[in-house]
């Protein structure tokens, strides 16, 4: 049943009738924009763009053949795949095997936190959050690259995690272990670590069809059902308030798997006992950490599933428009150094706020189905993602800057702060990051495809891969997406297995790709129109192809100190430099070096307005073939040889009057900013492969 309704039914509630017809005016709410309709090209290929930007698109609400929202719940736009449906090709499965054969594949080898002495696997470490964060990302990709090395570590976790369920349904660290405080005064039976491991089970649930998961979850939600009244989810720490969201996710897939009523129950206490996050919109310094943010602002989006108020769907889009306005950065998230720290892009923003508002983004997609959710997905994991990782895949940095000219020890001015939170290192800053930022790439390939409601497969955001899934009347087909995206704009999907198959494909056209183009099996259909899904349904054939162009074109958008940031498809680019690495010895973690980085070439460079208000001609796109690491300039440890695959040549003008401040950057002044300098050549690569940058820029007149 892991990846099967059961036949039981919930709870009598409201009917999904209404349920449905609630989620229609919420559809509404969200977005005024209007309904593109149909162009149907009369041909064997029926296509129409029904599905505006920000619009959910609801048939019935359930998939026939993956485990669906079970009345009462209100029907997800569109419904998760079980983890090893979509496999990782091209430059992503490079990611993923330098990420399985560097750090993720060997933390609990050289760093003790997460190694044979945690306290999850019975010994007498670390009992808290570190364990299941790393399994939350390695599981994952052990499975998604079948990698036996791997598997064995995940299951080894597993099997202890599944032994530890306890006759009253506790589970993790149990006994003299549980009760002894960590170093962080945390006791081992908090509630928070477990709503991570909870993840980690439902993946290896997925992956595998493990249906002890299912027992070990049931026993678990009733011990919570009798125990969080007196013992809520604060009762240990204050993260279990605010991260509540994530306990009551994990209780709706039980819910969709089991149909057993007291989960609802359940899920009333904890909506009931997480942070408020609708309609959180003053900032009070201490109480807006980055990472709970980054997770909470789905929550009132989860609730919304079992509320069916549509107020609880426009809550995430205010919290996000707040957050956006108020500490916004131009590579998709906020600014948060732990605490939220304003628009300025000197300062950082936390790798587990990266890799968490991924992971709300993914399941607010399949809640909302708000194509909104897909642009900012994919410009966090092509621009915020790379560029927090090293590009030899031995460490990260613990918080990342937009304008970021010197990673060097020395203080900053952040929130939290040690000396080392701008380097390249395994535990530089803190570590919550070195277990936590694994999840990050294997859970984007998870969500390359949905299934629909009306039993097709939806691509919503894009990358080379396969999925292989029921569709129709439930054949299984495999769709094989060949791309080099987001370095080039053209994405080729094979259908494979099919004879006659009906069912129908959905594709995101993402709002900035105006001049977009489809063709099916040769032949070409109506231009899509920005910022819709396209659904094409047919007989399909073995060999199909579809051939997607996402028209790319170098596009401004404006930020603190009204300066410019420029974007090519969904990627950040930004001014690179050429980088020196050096080595950090005392830092180093094993084989994993850490580093500093610094660049000798000036970076107070400015952008001329008038390439900005005509920007046909002044921006010259450049491409070459991807490289085995893209994620990277030359000179960087894991760099290939020539660079990023895309760059944009254009035309730049020092600044003088920027100057550095400290080891940084001095403040960006106003733009626009008059300037007598002359016109020199500059290069802008993606945002994701500099650790040196500029990405807002001052915009000179
Ligand atoms: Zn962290």
């Known amino acids: 049943m892991?990846?099967?309704?059961?036949?039981?039914?919930?709870?009598?509630?409201?009917?999904?009738?209404?349920?449905?017809?609630?989620?229609?005016?919420?559809?509404?709410?969200?977005?005024?924009?209007?309904?593109?309709?149909?162009?149907?090209?009369?041909?064997?290929?029926?296509?129409?763009?029904?599905?505006?930007?920000?619009?959910?698109?609801?048939i019935d609400g359930h998939n026939s053949h993956y485990p669906s929202n079970r009345e009462p719940l209100v029907p997800s736009a569109y419904v998760p795949l079980p983890l090893g449906s979509v496999r990782p090709a091209g430059w992503l499965r490079s990611q993923l095997v330098g990420w399985a054969e560097g750090m993720t594949g060997r933390l609990d080898e050289v760093w003790p936190d997460v190694g044979p002495n945690n306290g999850?696997?019975?010994?007498?470490?670390?009992?808290?959050?570190?364990?299941?964060?790393?399994?939350?990302?390695m599981l994952p990709l052990a499975h998604l690259l079948q990698d036996p090395r791997l598997l064995e570590k995940a299951n080894h976790w597993v099997d202890a995690t599944l032994d530890s369920s306890q006759p009253d349904g506790y589970f993790g660290p149990s006994g003299e272990v549980a009760q002894r405080k960590t170093r962080r005064a945390v006791a081992g039976e908090d509630w928070w670590p477990k709503m991570v491991m909870l993840k980690v089970l439902q993946s290896h649930c997925e992956a595998t069809g493990d249906e002890r998961v299912l027992d070990l979850m049931t026993n678990y939600f009733r011990y919570q059902l009798r125990e969080l009244p007196a013992r809520p989810l604060g009762e240990y720490t204050w993260w279990g308030k605010q991260r509540g969201g994530e306990n009551l996710s994990s209780v709706h897939w039980l819910y969709n798997r089991t149909g057993d009523a007291f989960l609802l129950d359940l899920g009333e206490i904890l909506n009931q006992q997480t942070e408020r996050w609708a309609g959180r919109d003053t900032y009070d310094p201490g109480r807006w950490h980055v990472v709970n943010t980054a997770m909470g602002v789905k929550q009132p989006g989860v609730w919304y599933a079992q509320s069916g108020n549509p107020d609880d769907l426009a809550a995430v889009d205010a919290l996000i428009h707040w957050l956006t306005v108020t500490h916004g950065q131009p590579q998709g998230i906020w600014s948060g150094d732990e605490e939220l720290h304003g628009t300025d892009p000197r300062q950082g923003v936390e790798t587990c706020a990266v890799v968490e508002y991924m992971f709300s983004l993914e399941q607010l997609l399949a809640i909302a189905g708000d194509l909104r959710h897909a642009e900012i997905l994919e410009r966090v994991a092509y621009s915020a993602l790379p560029a927090a990782l090293s590009p030899a895949y031995g460490g990260r940095h613990y918080f990342q800057r937009p304008n970021q000219v010197a990673c060097t020890l020395g203080p900053r001015s952040f929130t939290v702060r040690h000396e080392d939170d701008t380097l390249i290192g395994l535990e530089t800053g803190y570590g919550c990051c070195t277990a936590n930022l694994h999840q990050g790439w294997p859970k984007f390939v998870q969500h390359l495809w949905y299934a629909t409601p009306?039993?097709?497969?939806?691509?919503?955001?894009?990358?080379?891969?396969?999925?292989?899934?029921?569709?129709?009347?439930?054949?299984?087909?495999?769709?094989?997406e060949e791309t080099d995206y987001p370095f080039d704009e053209t994405i080729r999907i094979t259908v494979r297995g099919a004879s006659g198959t009906r069912f129908p494909l959905h594709l995101h056209i993402p709002s900035w790709a105006e001049g977009a183009s489809i063709s099916v099996a040769g032949q070409r259909l109506a231009?899509?129109?920005?910022?819709?899904?396209?659904?094409?349904?047919?007989?399909?054939?073995?060999?199909?192809?579809?051939?997607?162009?996402?028209?790319?074109?170098?596009?401004?958008?404006?930020?603190?100190?009204?300066s410019a940031a420029l974007s090519l498809g969904p990627m950040l680019l930004a001014l690179g430099r050429t980088e020196k690495w050096s080595t950090v010895s005392d830092r180093q973690v094993g084989p994993f070096e850490a580093y500093e980085v610094r660049t000798d070439e000036p970076w107070n460079y400015g952008i001329r307005q008038a390439d900005l208000e005509d920007p046909a001609g002044a921006?010259?796109?450049?491409?070459?073939?991807?490289?085995?690491?893209?994620?990277?300039?030359?000179?960087?440890?894991?760099?290939?040889?020539?660079?990023?695959?895309?760059?944009?040549?254009?035309?730049?003008?020092?600044?003088?009057?920027?100057?550095?401040?400290?080891?940084?950057?001095?403040?960006?002044?106003?733009?626009?900013?008059?300037?007598?300098?002359?016109?020199e050549k500059i290069v802008l690569v993606p945002y994701g492969s500099t650790k040196i940058r500029i990405a807002e820029l001052p915009v000179t007149i």
């Not at 939806?458 to 087909?477: D, H, Q, R, S």
């Not at 106003?670 to 300037?675: D, G, L, M, T, V």
């Open 120 to 137: 999850w696997l019975g010994g007498d470490g670390d009992v808290w959050e570190r364990g299941p964060y790393w399994l939350d990302g």
């Open 619 to 679: 921006f010259e796109i450049v491409r070459r073939p991807v490289p085995e690491q893209p994620w990277a300039m030359p000179g960087a440890p894991g760099a290939s040889s020539g660079g990023p695959p895309v760059e944009v040549r254009c035309v730049g003008r020092r600044v003088p009057e920027w100057m550095p401040y400290g080891q940084d950057s001095g403040p960006v002044p106003w733009s626009p900013i008059r300037n007598e300098g002359s016109d």
């Open 2 to 58: 892991c990846n099967e309704h059961s036949p039981s039914v919930g709870r009598k509630g409201l009917s999904r009738r209404t349920f449905v017809e609630r989620a229609a005016i919420g559809a509404v709410a969200a977005s005024a924009l209007p309904l593109a309709r149909a162009s149907a090209t009369g041909s064997p290929v029926e296509a129409d763009t029904s599905h505006g930007h920000g619009r959910p698109r609801r």
């Open 454 to 480: 009306d039993d097709g497969l939806a691509a919503l955001v894009y990358g080379p891969c396969e999925v292989t899934a029921k569709v129709g009347n439930g054949a299984e087909i495999r769709l094989v």
């Open 527 to 562: 231009p899509p129109e920005a910022g819709t899904v396209t659904r094409i349904e047919r007989a399909w054939n073995d060999g199909d192809v579809v051939v997607l162009r996402l028209t790319m074109t170098v596009r401004a958008s404006r930020w603190h100190e009204n």
